[in-house]
């Protein structure tokens, strides 16, 4: 069966991202991407991804790569992506991926790959575990997105590097040969687009920071989401308003902005006059609100495993006929022989 989403008309834009399965998926991921991804497709024709491909560029034991790559590919659908209405499926599952990956790697400068803030931030995190893989991250990232002929990637604001190389490729190979791939734009939300840690406001929430404190998993239990919001860190001060100097209540506040799908200036004007702890417990239910019905239906979605295999194999099927089209066009303009 062909999905809308095969027969993409000419007038609706395309929609791409993907999540990686290392760690715990956290409200970063949800606030600064995921929460957005189920409603687009609406206006736009959506393919979604779990990128496990990419999460092999650190260290990470068999058992929990298949436990975070069923989880993910669970939580895309618990977070409102209906895959009647998307495409949703498992990187590896289509091998356009790592193929186009490796052509575009001929097309790729390795000044341009060595200046990637993501690289050298996971170079000093593992010193002992600077692999090829983690350095060519970006570019099959960028086969990720090309592949599929994508105008927008809805993306938190730590990938917008990447997609600014992604474009780079591009022009350089539509250059080089003819138009071949479209031109990717990257979009980040208003509120959202990078959450902090609740325990240090100046260090990106991560999915790696599993047992502390300050990362808020999409699948904590409304106990330990309180728990959590309620021991984040502020100052001394006692008023709710964003500035440079107060980043824990900034964040905050930029949390329940996201949350309420409001402007960071109303979220204060709601809390003029509020003390901190009354504002971390509001911020902590506005969050348990939010995530409760995506882990009731997730809950519900990890019960029948013959499922969730049947939907990934649909998603990759879709996925890998449009993919195979960019690909064949991508050989042939090289000079490939094909038969
Ligand atoms: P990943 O798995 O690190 O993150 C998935 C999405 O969540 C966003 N995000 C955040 N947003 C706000 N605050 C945070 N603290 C926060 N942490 C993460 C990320 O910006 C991202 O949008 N390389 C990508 C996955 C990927 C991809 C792609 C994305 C692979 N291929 C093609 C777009 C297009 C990654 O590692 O995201």
Excluded at 11 to 30: E, H, M, Q, W
Excluded at 69 to 93: C, T, W, Y
Aim: hydrophobic share 40%; proline share 4%; aromatic share 8%.
């Amino acid at each position: 069966m062909e999905t809308m989403t095969e027969n993409k008309s000419e007038n609706k834009k395309r929609v791409f991202s993907a999540i990686k399965p290392t760690g715990n998926p956290t409200l970063g991921n949800y606030l600064g991407a995921m929460q957005y991804w189920g409603g687009m497709s609406d206006e736009y024709d959506c393919i979604f991804s779990v990128a496990d491909l990419h999460a092999i560029t650190v260290a990470i034991e068999p058992k929990d790569l298949r436990e975070n790559s069923k989880r993910l590919f669970a939580l895309l659908i618990a977070v409102g992506i209906d895959p009647e209405k998307n495409v949703v499926f498992m990187q590896s599952h289509v091998r356009a991926h790592c193929e186009l990956c490796w052509l575009l790697n001929n097309y790729t400068m390795f000044g341009e790959a060595r200046r990637m803030t993501q690289f050298k931030e996971k170079s000093e995190k593992a010193p002992e575990n600077i692999n090829v893989g983690l350095f060519d991250y970006p570019v099959l990232m960028a086969a990720d997105i090309l592949l599929y002929q994508t105008d927008i990637v809805p993306v938190g604001d730590d990938q917008l590097q990447h997609v600014e190389l992604c474009r780079n490729i591009a022009e350089r190979f539509n250059n080089r040969y003819s138009p071949t791939f479209k031109m990717p734009e990257g979009k980040v939300p208003k509120a959202g687009a990078r959450i902090y840690s609740l325990t240090d406001p100046t260090a990106k929430m991560g999915k790696s920071d599993s047992g502390d404190a300050g990362a808020v998993f999409i699948l904590d239990t409304p106990e330990t989401i309180m728990r959590k919001f309620k021991r984040a860190v502020t100052d001394s001060d006692a008023a709710v308003k964003a500035s440079p100097d107060k980043l824990g209540i900034t964040n905050l506040l930029n949390i329940y902005a996201a949350l309420c799908g409001i402007t960071v200036a109303a979220a204060e004007a709601e809390f003029d006059g509020c003390d901190y702890a009354t504002f971390k417990t509001r911020v902590g239910e506005a969050a348990v609100e939010r995530l409760r019905p995506v882990r009731e239906k997730y809950d519900a979605l990890r019960r029948d495993d013959g499922r969730l295999s049947e939907l990934m194999r649909a998603g990759a099927d879709t996925a890998a006929r449009i993919a195979a089209r960019t690909l064949e066009k991508v050989y042939k303009k090289i000079g490939f022989v094909r038969t």
